[in-house]
């Protein structure tokens, strides 16, 4: 058998748990099908035994962890939610932060004997603050992508995968993502044809089309806290379909275009030229979503040059095209 422990704290995201657990259960399921013996056994635990309240109310049953593991255990999963982060929030209050530090503490002492060691949505940060994740790949929940690169440089954040694997670490980005990750270990551990078979059953993408960054509403919501920040984009906003030149953004902010570009980049993370490449993609999505039009319409309300010129920006940053993106997200 293959021990699977999903670590629950106060307020945890209950999918985060429940996807990859159904998974886990699923892939049993299918073994016996077929003849064959159940591999996974799973079981929930917290830091204190007893029941614990998830985000949107529901209690599981918990065991207690015990405060050194006496053996090896296969895979230890840690879910995010609000307990610990919520995506928006720049920083997590003190009750999260003591939720953050408490199961820190106790991965940090049994990482070693686990073969294993994932997280869903914001639990990257509790392997990264265990230093489990420094010199690797990790994603996370796309909203707090920027904040866990910029507290954990040494990580590799990847800002649009689905799911990221680095050894025996493996880190999913928000909620249902965790259910492509687990999928991933099924595979790994059983291989395509049971992964495959699971993925029918619970009726999900075997391999999810496109990254997270399809999901992401407000690509630029939380880039900067600067006032000046937010009434410049302002600005840009209502002249996407016009040219947007940094002498211009400057000139909004009574600053020579250099000093206003080396200003932006410090408060928002990124030069001009991006910012006016994804806000117009941000656009584009928009009207994608709410409107009939043309892509060619579409296109040039948003100063790409033609219809294809479009297609690439969707599939360079957002790994769909414009098609199957309307398809998925467009209003009915």
């Not at 991006?274 to 994608?288: G, I, N, S, T, Y």
Request: with cysteine; net charge positive; glycine share 8%.
């Amino acid at each position: 058998m293959h021990p699977i422990w999903f670590l629950v704290f106060d307020r945890f995201q209950l999918l985060d748990i429940s996807g990859p657990l159904q998974v886990f259960a699923s892939a049993n399921e299918e073994l016996v099908l077929v003849g064959r013996k159940p591999v996974y056994e799973t079981s929930i635990h917290a830091l204190q035994a007893g029941p614990v309240q998830s985000s949107s109310g529901v209690e599981l049953m918990a065991r207690a962890l015990p405060r050194k593991l006496g053996r090896d255990i296969g895979t230890v999963l840690v879910p995010g939610g609000p307990g610990i982060w919520r995506p928006g929030l720049p920083t997590p209050h003190a009750q999260q932060s003591k939720n953050l530090d408490d199961l820190t503490a106790w991965v940090r002492r049994g990482a070693l004997r686990m073969q294993r060691i994932a997280s869903v949505c914001t639990g990257a940060f509790v392997l990264a603050r265990a230093g489990l994740l420094d010199g690797g790949s990790a994603v996370t929940h796309w909203a707090v992508c920027g904040q866990l690169a910029k507290a954990h440089p040494a990580v590799d954040v990847q800002h649009d995968a689905i799911y990221s694997r680095s050894g025996r670490v493996w880190t999913s980005a928000g909620v249902t993502a965790g259910i492509d990750m687990a999928l991933g270990m099924v595979e790994i551990d059983l291989g395509r044809e049971v992964a495959m078979g699971v993925a029918k059953k619970l009726v999900v993408f075997y391999k999810r089309p496109g990254g997270q960054s399809q999901f992401s509403s407000a690509l630029l919501a939380q880039t900067a806290d600067d006032a000046r920040i937010g009434k410049l984009h302002a600005w840009m906003t209502a002249r996407l379909n016009q040219p947007l030149l940094v002498a211009d953004m400057a000139d909004q902010l009574s600053m020579t275009p250099r000093t206003f570009a080396r200003f932006y980049q410090q408060r928002t993370g990124m030069t001009p030229a991006l910012a006016v490449a994804r806000m117009r993609l941000e656009k584009a999505c928009q009207l994608v979503e709410t409107r009939r039009q043309s892509l060619k319409s579409i296109a040039l309300q948003c100063s790409f040059n033609s219809e294809e010129v479009l297609r690439r920006a969707f599939v360079r940053h957002l790994r769909v095209s414009p098609t199957e993106y309307r398809e998925r997200f467009a209003a009915a």
